[in-house]
């Protein structure tokens, strides 16, 4: 008899190529070595090759025993069929187009599933479910003994009514933590005894009338040893928390971890400075008539960074205003002005009145010599550049006033203007009397002081100051 041969049903339905479903339903729950064995096996059905188990074994590098092995682990599937030991023969069976649930051998778990009917006496224990137990036992190698802990835990927190699916995800979370041993899940359940009066409370804390579940355990672990979190804190967290849920509370304290508040009293001005974050997004939004659905992404992204500039909640309203009213009506608008001004080092409140107030007078004599030179328009940030340089260079309002005179007949007078300050400052001409006689020219009468600085201002002077300059770029 060949070492591998098609059942009749298979070859009557199968073709030769790899059926879609194997690779679907089956391979991803089974080893390397498993799928060389079934593929290679597969092959030989296809050749219908008389070949050794031994020959197997040294063409596919592995021991005769793991050749065996491998056969029974997709016996288990009903994908083959082992119909003889010595020698040792199997026979190939049709994939189910429906994923079939893994084989065990009933008498490998005889113990297992009295003892876990005996714990659930109020219902009949499915075929479906003791596989689901079965699979999860294999998969993750858990003794029966340490399966029939993790039960009665899940029973005993949740009642006879309990769902299997909730035990396959307790023990699945125990496995995938390396818990799969009967002493290493009594140390864990026993951590969980300790530690459940503590997490009770905390859960009362949010108003949550339920029992400690094992991930609360985890949770309370990770918040105490973890992130360094002491038990009273804890509690002034959970009743600090909003959202009445532990997942909730956990982002909650993630979020106090990340900004270093460990005690009641940080965390209790940090809650109070986010309220006052919050009212200062909502009043800024006013303000810039502009309608966010939920605020907390404001105080994230403009807030906190404006004030952790220095800018407080009076300077941020004044600018919302100014930008309201100068059609910069958006967040990231006024943002852009925030930048400029902190560029320039204006922080606070006084120091922008004094820059916007300098700024408006200079506009004044900026509009007095566009005046003296014939030039019927409004000050324009090119204007506002041009005094500022003469300005650094040394000259007074009167003597740009005296430039701007002598050049009003010219065809670009300002230009003709600088050229004569430039010239002035080459040879050190900085008052009136050292002009030259044959360029002197009487001094204007309306000529302009810079402002005196003042250091508080009511509601109306700085809504005034917003509406002295027009469209001004900081």
């Known amino acids: 008899m060949a070492f591998c041969a098609f059942s009749k049903e298979y070859n009557k339905d199968a073709v030769i190529s790899v059926d879609s479903a194997f690779i679907a339903d089956y391979l991803p729950e089974a080893s390397g070595d498993a799928v060389r064995v079934y593929l290679f096996g597969l092959w030989l059905c296809s050749t219908e090759s008389e070949i050794s188990l031994e020959k197997v074994a040294e063409s596919l590098k592995l021991s005769c025993e793991e050749v065996i092995d491998n056969f029974k682990f997709w016996e288990e599937y009903d994908l083959v069929s082992i119909i003889s030991q010595e020698p040792f023969t199997v026979r190939y069976l049709p994939i189910s187009k429906t994923s079939k649930p893994r084989k065990f051998k009933p008498e490998k778990y005889t113990d297992f599933t009295n003892a876990i009917q005996a714990l659930l006496p109020e219902r009949m224990i499915s075929t479906a479910e003791y596989s689901a137990y079965f699979s999860v036992m294999e998969d993750f190698s858990i003794k029966p003994e340490a399966m029939l802990m993790i039960c009665k835990y899940c029973v005993d927190l949740k009642g006879n009514s309990i769902g299997y699916k909730y035990i396959i995800t307790v023990a699945r979370d125990f496995a995938y933590r390396g818990i799969i041993t009967t002493e290493l899940i009594e140390r864990e359940l026993s951590d969980y005894m300790v530690r459940s009066d503590d997490i009770s409370a905390i859960l009362t804390a949010l108003n949550l009338k339920r029992k400690p579940e094992i991930e609360d355990l985890q949770l309370f672990n990770k918040w105490r040893n973890e992130l360094d979190f002491e038990q009273k804190v804890l509690l002034y967290i959970a009743k600090k928390c909003k959202k009445k849920n532990v997942k909730a ?55 906190l960074p404006w004030t952790a500039k220095g800018y407080d909640a009076d300077t941020l309203e004044f600018l919302a205003n100014w930008c309201f009213k100068k059609n910069k009506r958006t967040l990231n608008a006024l943002n852009d002005q925030i930048e400029i001004l902190y560029d320039k080092g204006l922080i606070t409140l006084v120091s922008i009145a004094e820059y916007v107030k300098g700024m408006a007078k200079n506009d004044e004599f900026i509009k007095q010599i566009l005046d003296i030179c014939a030039l019927d328009r409004r000050p324009n940030d090119s204007d506002r550049a041009l005094l500022s340089t003469w300005f650094s260079w040394g000259f007074s309002t009167e003597m740009i006033t005296q430039a701007c005179t002598l050049s009003a ?6 230009v003709y203007a600088n050229a004569t300050l430039s010239n002035w400052k080459s040879q050190n001409i900085f008052t009136k009397e050292a002009i030259p006689e044959k360029v002197s020219v009487q001094p204007n009468q309306n000529k302009t002081q810079h402002f005196e600085s003042e250091r508080s201002y009511t509601k109306e002077e700085l809504d005034a100051l917003i509406d002295s300059v027009d469209d001004i770029k900081f």
């Open 249 to 303: 509370l956990d982002e909650f304290i993630h979020e106090l971890y990340a900004n270093k508040l460990f005690t009641e009293k940080e965390i209790e001005n940090y809650l109070k400075r986010r309220e006052e974050y919050r009212d200062l997004a909502i009043k800024v939004c006013r303000a810039l008539s502009v309608y966010v659905e939920v605020i907390e992404p404001v105080v994230e992204s403009y807030i």
């Open 409 to 414: 007949s010219k065809i670009r007078p300002l």
